[in-house]
Structures are given as structure tokens and as C-alpha cells.
């Protein structure tokens, strides 16, 4: 069962009528209570002031009415005019009886009585009055409170009011905001001038729609030169297949041909789905590591690489006893991947250089131009020649999965690729 929306002034406004119904019972039912001692110290004082005064005229009309007098001694009972005014007695000893204390208050047929005794020789004077007093302290107290709380409070709930508008209003833009995050055409400025948590969190919502299209952009470049990076090989073997057909070419020179390219695109989707693996170990909890011998696994690669370009020399200054943390599998990747871009590059040397904590790659090929440095390890990114590909963006991701990091330097001559660990590589 749905009762509607119930908005925040609507939850502000509640709130607040709430606050005035528990206002309306402390000032009604809980204050007066809590006033009660104070008008009977009041009542006391207000009684035994009189009594102060040696002698009373008890035959006096013109006492105050709301106060009785009394004087006993011994058995003699004289009382002020007034007394069957203030309280109505059948017995006086039966009213005495309940004044058996210097001061106090006792209920006679359902009223309460205040009295205050005073005993001079052999003469007591007592002072009794009923509860008109107190009635009219608490009263008079209460009117004067009640008009200050109530309009205080009446202007803490307007100013509650008018800053919960403000509020509403900020997070109805705010909803907005985040109805329309892919609309280029809406407003996304933040205009909200108090630096409040309200202000982050626009912020924090314009930060996102910024990232959010920054990815969509790339996700839509990479999409992009995914499709012109398997578009050529697939473009050539069917010209090649189309050439056999229309016997312009020699089947067996096209199927060399086809067959190159058919390796180059097993090559694409084979990195293509080893770069989302390691998305997958990224978030997965089974991914473990092991100390690799990294100058065996350094000298295989070596001499997997150098009958590539025979022109090129390898120098290699590597601790035989030298371990790194990861696998086999991983490091083999990252240092195909490498040698296959210097082998494209190089002119005449490959320096690597492996040392604990460090493993420095150099070629003495072009410098890499700074603007190519920024996100060469994005897949697909154009690089260098304008090449696309995913063998950087692979040795970035396995590197990070095993805790290490890739930096790429030019040198005087030549680029350093150097990987760090945040390990202890234990030699």
C-alpha cells in the first residue's frame, strides 16, 4: 500500500509540529510540577513575614483574606476574622492536629492548606493559607515563560523551515544533476556557493560525469582502433583469397601471406584475452606469487630474441642467484612483450640490467616524444609510428597484478624502461 511521497519538508514539517505538541505538554503538564517547590519556598516566606510582627490584631477586618491567623495558648484558641474565609472547619483541635511542624502543608476535605507557626513564650502564632497563592505564582510564571518559549521556538522552526527549503532545493537540483549525467545539452554547473558537504558532493557528482564520459570517449577510441587493428589482417588475407579467385596470384604466395596474417590475428585476440585475464586476477583472491630465477628466465629470453636481428647485441648484467616475485608465466609475457617492441626500435644494443629491487631494459633506438609518453600504456592508444597494440598495455597490468611498477625514460641516448618493486627481492 503506497501512501505517496513523503518529501523532506514534508518530514521537516512533521518534525516540527511534533516539537510543538512536546513543548505544549512540558509547558502544560511538566513545568508547573517542576515550579511547585519554588512557590511553596515563596508561600513560606509569604507567610511568615507577619508573623514577624509582634503583636496582631486578629479582630483585624482589614488582614489580608487570603491569610488566617492563629493564636494558641494553652488551651485557648483565639482566630482572625477571616479564618472560615480561608479554610471551613467543623473542629479546630482537628486543623491544629495537622499542624504539628514549624512550617508545612496539609489536606483538609480534598484542598491543600499552607502554614507556617511561630512560638514566642508561651504564645504559638500560626499563618495559614490555601493554595490561591500558589495557583496564582505558578500562573504568573507560566505567562511570563510561555509567550518567550513559544515565539523562540516559533523562530527556530521558521529557520528550520527556510534552511530545509534551501536544502530541498539543492538536492532536487542534485537529482537532476544525476537524471541528466549523460545529457551534454543540461546545465552541470555547480552553483552552489555555501562550501558545505552538499557542495562536495556536487562536486563529487561533476568529477564522476566528467570521468564517466573521459571513459566513454576512450572506450569508444579504443572500440575504434580494435576494429581498425583486426581490420587489416583480415582486409589483406581476403584480398589475397580474392586474388587466387580471380588467378592474378600464386596460391602458394597467398597462402604464405595468409597465413602471416592469420598468426598476426591469432596474436591480437590471444593478447586481447589475455589483457582481460588480468582484469580478472586483478579482482580474484586466488592469484598467488612465487621467487622466479629471473637471470635463467633473462638469458631464455635472450636467446629466444637475438636471431631476430642478428645485427643487434645483447648486454646482460644479471645476479645468478637473483629472485622476483611472480610466476614464470607472467614475467616470460613481460619480457616478450618488451623485447618484441625493442626488437622494432633498436638500432644496435640491448642493455638489461637486473639488480635487487630493480630491472632496468634499455635499447639505443629513437627517444620516445613526450607527448607519446603520456598513456602508452593505454591498449590501443596510438603509439609510436602510429601503431596501435596491447603488448605495453600488458607488461603495465601484469606488473601492477605482481606488485611492481613501470616507468620509461629517455636517455641521452637510447630509452630505459625500468620496472621497480615495492617488494624485497631476496637475492
Given at each position: 500500500m503506497s501512501f505517496g511521497k513523503n518529501n523532506l519538508s514534508k518530514q521537516l514539517l512533521f518534525v516540527v509540529g511534533i516539537a510543538f505538541i512536546l513543548l505544549f505538554i512540558s509547558l502544560g503538564a511538566i513545568l508547573p510540577r517542576l515550579l511547585i517547590p519554588v512557590a511553596e519556598a515563596n508561600i513560606y516566606s509569604y507567610l511568615s513575614e507577619p508573623l514577624k510582627i509582634y503583636d496582631i490584631d486578629?479582630?483585624?477586618?482589614?488582614?489580608?483574606?487570603?491569610?488566617?491567623?492563629?493564636?494558641?495558648?494553652?488551651?485557648?484558641?483565639?482566630?482572625?476574622?477571616?479564618?472560615?474565609?480561608?479554610?471551613?472547619f467543623d473542629n479546630i483541635k482537628k486543623?491544629?492536629?495537622?499542624?504539628?511542624?514549624?512550617?508545612?502543608?496539609?489536606?483538609?476535605?480534598?484542598?491543600?492548606?499552607?502554614?507556617?507557626?511561630?512560638?514566642i513564650n508561651k504564645i504559638t502564632k500560626i499563618a495559614i493559607s490555601d493554595d490561591s497563592y500558589i495557583n496564582r505564582t505558578k500562573t504568573s510564571i507560566l505567562s511570563a515563560i510561555f509567550p518567550l518559549v513559544?515565539?523562540?521556538?516559533?523562530?527556530?522552526?521558521?529557520?528550520?523551515?527556510?534552511?530545509?527549503?534551501?536544502?530541498?532545493?539543492?538536492?532536487?537540483?542534485?537529482?537532476?544533476?544525476?537524471?541528466?549525467?549523460?545529457?551534454?545539452?543540461?546545465?552541470?554547473?555547480?552553483?552552489?556557493?555555501?562550501?558545505?558537504?552538499?557542495?562536495?558532493?556536487?562536486?563529487?557528482?561533476?568529477?564522476?560525469?566528467?570521468?564517466?564520459?573521459?571513459?566513454?570517449?576512450?572506450?569508444?577510441?579504443?572500440?575504434?582502433?580494435?576494429?581498425?587493428?583486426?581490420?587489416?589482417?583480415?582486409?589483406v588475407i581476403k584480398s589475397y583469397i580474392e586474388a587466387v579467385d580471380d588467378g592474378v596470384e600464386d596460391a602458394?604466395?597467398?597462402?604464405?601471406?595468409?597465413?602471416?596474417?592469420?598468426?598476426?590475428?591469432?596474436q591480437k585476440v590471444h593478447s586481447l584475452l589475455y589483457l582481460n585475464k588480468l582484469?580478472?586476477?586483478?579482482?580474484?583472491?586466488?592469484f598467488t606469487t612465487e621467487l622466479i630465477d629471473m637471470y635463467k628466465l633473462i638469458n631464455q629470453e635472450v636467446e629466444k630474441f637475438k636471431f631476430y636481428r642478428k645485427n643487434i647485441k645483447f648486454e646482460v648484467?644479471?645476479?645468478?642467484?637473483?629472485?622476483?616475485?611472480?610466476?614464470?608465466?607472467?614475467?616470460?609475457?613481460?619480457?616478450?612483450?618488451?623485447?618484441?617492441?625493442?626488437?622494432?626500435?633498436?638500432?644496435?644494443?640491448i642493455k638489461i640490467t637486473a639488480r635487487q629491487n630493480k630491472l632496468i631494459l634499455y635499447n639505443d633506438g629513437d627517444k620516445i616524444a613526450l607527448d607519446l609518453l603520456d598513456g602508452i600504456f593505454t591498449p590501443f592508444r596510438k603509439g609510436i609510428k602510429g601503431e596501435f597494440g596491447l603488448g605495453l598495455s600488458i607488461v603495465k597490468k601484469t606488473l601492477n597484478l605482481m606488485d611492481y611498477d613501470i616507468t620509461i625514460r629517455n636517455e641521452r641516448k637510447g630509452v630505459s624502461f625500468i620496472i621497480t618493486s615495492k617488494k624485497r627481492i631476496r637475492k
Amino acid at each position: 500500500m503506497s501512501f505517496g511521497k513523503n518529501n523532506l519538508s514534508k518530514q521537516l514539517l512533521f518534525v516540527v509540529g511534533i516539537a510543538f505538541i512536546l513543548l505544549f505538554i512540558s509547558l502544560g503538564a511538566i513545568l508547573p510540577r517542576l515550579l511547585i517547590p519554588v512557590a511553596e519556598a515563596n508561600i513560606y516566606s509569604y507567610l511568615s513575614e507577619p508573623l514577624k510582627i509582634y503583636d496582631i490584631d486578629v479582630d483585624n477586618k482589614l488582614l489580608n483574606t487570603e491569610i488566617a491567623y492563629l493564636y494558641v495558648s494553652d488551651d485557648l484558641v483565639t482566630t482572625s476574622d477571616n479564618i472560615e474565609d480561608v479554610i471551613k472547619f467543623d473542629n479546630i483541635k482537628k486543623i491544629l492536629s495537622k499542624m504539628n511542624k514549624s512550617y508545612g502543608k496539609f489536606i483538609y476535605n480534598h484542598k491543600t492548606y499552607y502554614y507556617y507557626t511561630l512560638k514566642i513564650n508561651k504564645i504559638t502564632k500560626i499563618a495559614i493559607s490555601d493554595d490561591s497563592y500558589i495557583n496564582r505564582t505558578k500562573t504568573s510564571i507560566l505567562s511570563a515563560i510561555f509567550p518567550l518559549v513559544l515565539g523562540t521556538f516559533l523562530l527556530i522552526g521558521l529557520m528550520l523551515v527556510f534552511w530545509s527549503s534551501i536544502v530541498v532545493r539543492k538536492i532536487e537540483k542534485l537529482k537532476n544533476k544525476i537524471d541528466n549525467i549523460d545529457n551534454l545539452d543540461y546545465n552541470h554547473k555547480v552553483d552552489f556557493n555555501t562550501d558545505d558537504e552538499i557542495r562536495s558532493l556536487a562536486l563529487a557528482i561533476e568529477d564522476m560525469r566528467i570521468s564517466l564520459i573521459s571513459q566513454e570517449e576512450y572506450r569508444n577510441q579504443m572500440y575504434q582502433n580494435i576494429s581498425h587493428d583486426f581490420k587489416t589482417p583480415l582486409t589483406v588475407i581476403k584480398s589475397y583469397i580474392e586474388a587466387v579467385d580471380d588467378g592474378v596470384e600464386d596460391a602458394s604466395v597467398a597462402f604464405k601471406t595468409i597465413k602471416e596474417q592469420t598468426e598476426k590475428l591469432e596474436q591480437k585476440v590471444h593478447s586481447l584475452l589475455y589483457l582481460n585475464k588480468l582484469d580478472y586476477l586483478k579482482n580474484s583472491k586466488n592469484f598467488t606469487t612465487e621467487l622466479i630465477d629471473m637471470y635463467k628466465l633473462i638469458n631464455q629470453e635472450v636467446e629466444k630474441f637475438k636471431f631476430y636481428r642478428k645485427n643487434i647485441k645483447f648486454e646482460v648484467s644479471c645476479d645468478k642467484k637473483l629472485k622476483f616475485y611472480g610466476s614464470n608465466e607472467n614475467w616470460e609475457t613481460i619480457l616478450d612483450n618488451l623485447l618484441s617492441n625493442f626488437m622494432r626500435y633498436t638500432h644496435t644494443t640491448i642493455k638489461i640490467t637486473a639488480r635487487q629491487n630493480k630491472l632496468i631494459l634499455y635499447n639505443d633506438g629513437d627517444k620516445i616524444a613526450l607527448d607519446l609518453l603520456d598513456g602508452i600504456f593505454t591498449p590501443f592508444r596510438k603509439g609510436i609510428k602510429g601503431e596501435f597494440g596491447l603488448g605495453l598495455s600488458i607488461v603495465k597490468k601484469t606488473l601492477n597484478l605482481m606488485d611492481y611498477d613501470i616507468t620509461i625514460r629517455n636517455e641521452r641516448k637510447g630509452v630505459s624502461f625500468i620496472i621497480t618493486s615495492k617488494k624485497r627481492i631476496r637475492k
